[in-house]
């Protein structure tokens, strides 16, 4: 249950991010908050990171389902690990996150900009947050 909890946080945490961005700002609007350095973008993203696979809108909802799916079967049989726990709900989050956005309007809404890295959102945050901690445990449990 600990995984959903947190997977339906990361999701309402992206949505209401990527809400306030569409409500507030024109499409490509540029906000410094550190001129330079960090700024506020709003974009639009057909594809994953880096725009890779663009227009693939159908696949990665699929994907996204899928480990929806997944997490549903196999849940019983996750590490008992608040690491685990946690890691896969920030990965699903995420991944549900983006999907919403792919299956409704077609692309995904990315704001933070760092000048040095291409434009993300929090549903990217919580796929890379999830998989370092899934890939932490397994780091420190490999031999059991």
């Known amino acids: 249950m600990a995984v959903f909890i947190i997977a339906i946080i ?12 569409v ?3 024109m499409l490509h609007e540029s906000i ?7 700024h506020i ?3 639009l993203n057909k594809g994953a990171a880096f725009g890779f696979l663009e227009n ?12 929806f ?6 849940r019983r049989y996750l590490p008992q690990s608040n ?22 309007f077609g692309a995904v809404t990315d704001f933070f900009d760092f000048r040095i890295w291409p434009v ?16 932490v445990y397994c780091w420190t449990h490999g031999s059991d």
């Not at 799916?69 to 196999?74: E, N, R, T, Y």
Request: aromatic share 16%; net charge positive; proline share 2%.
């Open 10 to 21: 990361v999701l309402l945490a992206d949505q209401a991010s990527k809400y306030a961005v």
């Open 23 to 25: 409500q507030h700002m």
């Open 32 to 38: 410094p908050v550190i001129p330079g350095f960090f």
């Open 41 to 43: 973008t709003y974009i």
């Open 56 to 67: 693939k809108r159908w696949l990665f909802v699929a994907v996204a389902a899928c480990l």
């Open 69 to 74: 799916v997944l997490c549903v079967i196999f």
């Open 83 to 104: 690491l685990v726990y946690t890691g896969v709900g920030f990965l699903l989050g995420g991944a549900l996150g983006n999907a919403v956005e792919r299956f409704f």
């Open 120 to 135: 993300f959102n929090v549903a990217d945050i919580g796929i890379v947050v999830g998989v370092f901690l899934l890939l």
